[in-house]
């Protein structure tokens, strides 16, 4: 009962300070879109192999032609599919375009196919070109542009005929048939083994633990200090509350807050953004060892500190060493090595290296274990730090 | 241990902080329905004393008994007695009526009963109009009234108040009398601690005097003042002054100390009725002539100043 007074409390509180919402969700949304397109490949043109074995077609020399007319696409043609394969083993080209055999005769009964390969291992780059691609041959099915290619592909069979007539001509074929003209079959490869963090996965997951960080260390150490300097502490400690759920009320309503920006952050990422969630209850068990440690690191500063200032700067210098060395801002796969390791000692890069497995690797409880033990450890120490520092205050108070 | 009619007792408490021992064999008791007041110095240990009767602190040895043996440091023990902290704990951005509920709330206080008895606390500290106010905009005194009502909400049997009549004005501080002698009237128990030495002597059933962590004196201020402070004050004040009266006096009575400033003579000693003829006498037999004559009866303001102006000798 008492748990849920303390509990009311905060709450009550936090509805007067809707400026701090605001700042707790808003802010984070905004820097995870903002970042994410500021980090998302400035690269204007995505290469695209081609391999035409219709050659005589002259509707696939067609599409050959005003692909690589696409300014966004860089265009190599290829004589056979193993080597085009190469290629994007090597890095050389994104994906490639695979026009079988017999493609126009297929197209005149509307069966034509199109292989539609890409690489997998960067999913910005391949959805940048899967939409360009895709949506290109998707407008030879589009009526107009099918007349379109129909009296080009006319003309050059033969040249003396009207276009007027050919039009006429064009348009009463196509509209006797009713499947697509086209079909595009898309696969995926993968070079890497594994897909590399997407801008927006990236600064999901990077924001959502800053702000984890933010919320807990920051804001959580100054409403216990709050609590603490402006005496109400004294209140509570007197009242029969007790000690244990005078904190636990405490903790549980900033873990709380911050559960809900998790889920805010990545409900958002996962449905506007596309960023996978892979197994929700890790991913729910991983963020909430998270903030169970942040928010103990809160309480632990807010005992240390002796003014708001202080706290403050206690705050920013943890949060400031975390992020960015934890790889919230950047990906821990463009740092060296050594920072890698770094990151692995750090809760935040634990989290940020867990999180990849769960949501890009899609591993098991087991792979993410180190870095959760890694957390948890921060976990322990600030908890074991917080109570003996209590106890000797009772001695001091 | 304890007394029949005994509520608290304080025996042999002993606090240091680190090389500074600030409690140093402190004893004491409180009777149920009394109102004891606590004198002593800044730095005495008062605040240490209350915060170790309220479990914030723990002594470093020493006892304290509460009637009926509850424990210190236990729920019951928390439910029996009410705080009233030194400075202001309340939650600025709360309102009053919120606030107060809120520590009902703690205090397991709970639906129809809460709001009256937050009704019924808020008129009793003269606040009804400011039910609906915040805290922050609160003046001074109305802040110190709702944090001492802030602790009877659950009807303490022993209600400890450190400084509670602190920066607030005459009126303010009458009120918050009314609720000391009403606490007393409905057979709770006061300790409370002021540098206002007459509004101890006016309040207190029993004063206790601490100084460096011990109580020094202890008794009702009537027997403090008649034990430690019995010479009236006269004081004259001459047109013309002229040393011989002292000299001339002090041959006549029998008194225990004589102040000269300037043309202003104090002069300490016991009562008596013939007092004031002689003094006219000498006067006139010197001729000198009194411009002005002002006796002022010991109070406890005189024992206070007594034992600290005893300095290190206690
Ligand atoms: N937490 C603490 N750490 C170290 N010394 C302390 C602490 N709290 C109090 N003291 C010391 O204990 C002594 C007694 O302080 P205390 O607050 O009990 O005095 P007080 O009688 O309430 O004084 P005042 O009339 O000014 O309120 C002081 O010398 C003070 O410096
Ligand atoms: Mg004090």
């Not at chain 1, 919402?21 to 994410?36: E, Q, R, S, T, W």
């Amino acid at each position: 009962m008492t748990f849920f007074t303390l509990l009311g409390k905060e709450f009550a509180n936090l509805r007067k300070n809707i400026g701090v919402i605001l700042i707790l969700f808003l802010v984070p949304l905004f820097i995870i879109f903002i970042m994410g397109y500021a980090f998302a490949d400035d690269e204007t043109q995505y290469s695209l192999g081609i391999i035409n074995n219709d050659k005589d077609s002259i509707l696939a020399q067609e599409i050959v032609k005003n692909l690589d007319d696409v300014k966004a696409l860089e265009v190599y043609g290829f004589d056979t599919t193993k080597g085009a394969e190469l290629a994007v083993e090597e890095g050389k080209i994104l994906g490639y375009i695979d026009i079988p055999q017999n493609f126009e005769k297929n197209e005149e009964y509307g069966q034509a196919q199109i292989n539609f390969v890409v690489d997998n291992t960067y999913p910005i780059k391949t959805s940048a070109l899967k939409s360009i691609v895709e949506g290109y041959l998707e407008k030879y099915n589009e009526k107009t542009t099918a007349v379109h290619t129909a009296v080009n592909v006319g003309m050059k069979v033969n040249s003396d005929c009207k276009p007027d007539k050919l039009v006429t001509l064009a348009t009463d074929y196509l509209s006797s048939r009713d499947n697509d003209v086209i079909e595009v079959v898309t696969k995926y490869t993968q070079t890497n083994q594994y897909q590399v963090m997407s801008s927006f996965n990236q600064t999901t997951c990077g924001m959502t633990a800053m702000f984890i960080l933010f919320l807990c260390i920051l804001w959580g150490s100054g409403n216990f200090l709050e609590e603490r300097l402006e005496g109400t502490m004294t209140r509570l400690l007197v009242s029969p509350a007790g000690f244990g759920t005078i904190f636990t009320a405490k903790l549980f309503y900033i873990g709380f807050l911050a559960f809900m920006q998790f889920v805010t952050f990545f409900s958002i990422g996962h449905f506007f953004l596309n960023v996978p969630i892979g197994n929700s209850g890790l991913l729910i068990l991983l963020n909430l060892i998270f903030i169970a440690a942040a928010a103990a690191i809160g309480l632990l500063i807010s005992l240390i500190a002796k003014t708001r200032i202080m706290s403050i700067g206690l705050s920013f210098f943890i949060i400031m060493i975390f992020s960015p060395l934890g790889g919230l801002w950047f990906p821990l796969s463009t740092v060296p090595e050594i920072l890698v390791n770094i990151a692995r000692v750090l809760p935040s890069g634990a989290y940020m290296l867990a999180i990849e497995k769960i949501i890009i690797k899609q591993q098991s409880f087991f792979d993410i274990l180190p870095n959760i033990i890694v957390i948890i450890i921060y976990f322990i120490v600030a908890w074991l730090a917080s109570a003996v520092i209590g106890i000797k205050r009772k001695r001091t108070v | 241990m304890i007394n029949m009619n005994e509520l608290l007792s304080v025996q042999n408490l002993v606090k240091s902080f680190s090389e500074n021992k600030v409690l140093n064999c402190l004893s004491f008791k409180v009777d149920k329905g009394e109102i004891l007041g606590v004198l002593g110095p800044n730095g005495a240990g008062k605040s240490t004393m209350f915060n170790i009767l309220s479990s914030l602190t723990s002594a470093d040895s020493g006892n304290v008994d509460f009637s009926g043996g509850i424990i210190p440091g236990t729920k019951e023990y928390k439910k029996s007695i009410g705080i009233v902290p030194q400075d202001i704990s309340l939650y600025n951005n709360m309102t009053v009526e919120e606030n107060l509920k809120f520590i009902g709330k703690l205090y397991g206080i709970r639906g129809k009963k809460l709001s009256l008895k937050v009704d019924e606390i808020i008129d009793e500290v003269n606040l009804g109009v400011k039910k609906k106010d915040y805290i922050k905009n609160l003046s001074g005194g109305m802040k110190r009234r709702v944090n001492i009502a802030a602790s009877l909400l659950h009807e303490p049997k022993l209600v400890i108040m450190d400084e509670p009549t602190v920066g607030v004005d005459p009126q303010s501080r009458v009120d918050i009398w009314k609720i000391i002698r009403n606490l007393k009237e409905k057979g709770q128990s006061v300790i409370f601690t002021s540098h206002y030495v007459d509004e101890v002597e006016r309040l207190s059933d029993r004063v206790i005097i601490i100084k460096k962590g011990i109580v020094v004196a202890e008794g009702t201020a009537k027997q403090l003042v008649s034990k430690y402070c019995k010479n009236y004050v006269y004081i004259l004040q001459f047109y013309s002054f002229d040393d011989n009266f002292c000299k001339e006096l002090t041959r006549k009575i029998n008194i225990v100390d004589i102040d000269v400033e300037g043309d202003k003579v104090k002069i300490y000693m016991d009562y008596s009725s013939n007092i004031l003829e002689y003094i006219v006498q000498t006067a006139a037999s010197l001729n000198l002539a009194i411009k002005n004559i002002d006796i002022k009866k010991p109070n406890l303001e005189d024992v206070f100043f007594y034992f600290n102006m005893k300095g290190d000798k206690v």
